[in-house]
């Protein structure tokens, strides 16, 4: 069983910048693809950015391409997200994901909790 945990998120003004990290558990993490979600209030959870397993290969989603950046530290079995140049409309929890030997950028069986992140205007 594979435990994501994410930790620091938190309020930031318009512009700011943010590292989100997530610590997964229960198997060998460079066997696990690594995504990131979040969900706005009242609306889907949505696919932000993924790093595979292997050869560390990253997708984004268009609203944050260029903003923030996926990247992994197999040695200490966590998943990082920098958000830089924050907008209000990143306002979500972020939901971390994970997927042994993952080939699919979408598709996650293992779930953390969710950290909030905040941006004000």
């Known amino acids: 069983q594979v435990q994501p945990v994410e930790s620091g998120g938190g309020l930031v003004q318009a512009g700011d910048s943010l590292r989100l990290s997530c610590a997964a558990s229960?198997?060998?993490?460079?066997?696990?693809?690594m995504g990131w979600f979040r969900q706005a209030p009242g609306q889907e959870r949505t696919f932000v950015a993924a790093?595979?397993?292997?050869?560390?290969?990253?997708r984004y989603a268009d609203s944050v391409k260029r903003r923030f950046t996926i990247s992994r530290d197999n040695a200490k079995n966590t998943v990082y997200l920098q958000m830089n140049s924050q907008k209000p409309e990143d306002t979500a929890v972020y939901y971390c994901?994970?997927?042994?030997?993952?080939?699919?950028?979408?598709?996650?069986?293992?779930w953390g909790q969710g950290t909030q992140v905040t941006v004000s205007s």
């Open positions: 790093i595979r397993w292997i050869g560390s290969l990253t």
């Open positions: 229960g198997r060998t993490f460079s066997s696990l693809s």
């Open positions: 994901a994970a997927q042994p030997y993952g080939a699919n950028w979408y598709q996650y069986d293992y």
